[in-house]
């Protein structure tokens, strides 16, 4: 069946680089991609979402980049910071449901 | 108020005990959810209420029961589970149904004994 998921399941960067998540997509038919901060013991917290028809859009700190050609999703964060330390999913809203994909954990060193 | 409020935050039950989860927000949203997240794994959705109607049942089977008795609380009456049911339960709301922006709880770590 078509699913949202990730490339890598950890990535550790040293603080204050950049970071970037990826995100691979086969539904091609959603609307809006979407990415979620889970920190441990908490629920998912919205981060940023990117309507199917752009091809980017930046947050504070963040930049999400769609591209539409390759069915990739991606997620930046500029300065990454200890408070960044999460599992961060990609979703996809289609026909008004929200699917999550597998998750990346980001650990920041010191 | 931006919080999604669960309770309890921990539940163990037994497999003929019965139990409810509870969900509360007062954003005024008016579609909330529920999801099931095992470890290391993402959130699955369950059901969707829009305007306090079930909308979308994810095939979820019948020993969860979904109740939206108003357009502030969602509960999830638990009956007869199965050990393999222990799972973090998530409940979330959005202004509408479709809209991007969820609000999660911190969820219910549930253990089925």
């Known amino acids: 069946g078509e699913n949202v998921g990730l490339h890598l399941p950890t990535l550790s960067v040293q603080e204050g680089d950049n970071s970037i998540i990826n995100c691979a997509y086969s539904?091609?038919?959603?609307?809006?991609f979407i990415w979620y901060k889970q920190e441990s013991g908490k629920g998912p917290q919205f981060i940023i979402d990117?309507?199917?028809?752009?091809d980017k859009r930046q947050g504070q700190r963040v930049t999400v980049l769609l591209n539409k050609t390759v069915k990739h999703l991606s997620l930046q964060i500029a300065a990454t910071q200890p408070g960044d330390s999460a599992v961060y999913f990609c979703a996809e809203n289609k026909g008004n449901m929200l699917t999550f994909g597998g998750g990346t954990r980001l650990m920041v060193k010191p | 108020d931006t919080e999604v409020t669960q309770t309890p935050k921990h539940l163990v039950m037994g497999m003929t005990n019965k139990k409810s989860l509870k969900c509360e927000q007062h954003m005024g949203h008016r579609a909330m959810y529920w999801y099931k997240q095992k470890a290391k794994k993402p959130p699955e959705l369950m059901f969707v209420?829009?305007?306090?109607?079930?909308?979308i049942n994810e095939s979820v089977p019948s020993r969860f029961s979904p109740e939206c008795p108003n357009s502030s609380l969602l509960n999830l009456h638990l009956h007869a589970l199965q050990p393999e049911d222990s799972a973090l339960y998530l409940c979330?709301?959005?202004?509408?149904?479709?809209?991007?922006?969820?609000?999660f709880g911190q969820g219910t770590r549930l253990t089925v004994v």
């Open positions: 539904n091609s038919a959603s609307d809006y």
């Open positions: 209420y829009s305007y306090e109607k079930l909308s």
């Open positions: 990117i309507r199917s028809n752009m």
């Open positions: 979330a709301s959005s202004q509408h149904r479709g809209n991007t922006e969820a609000f």
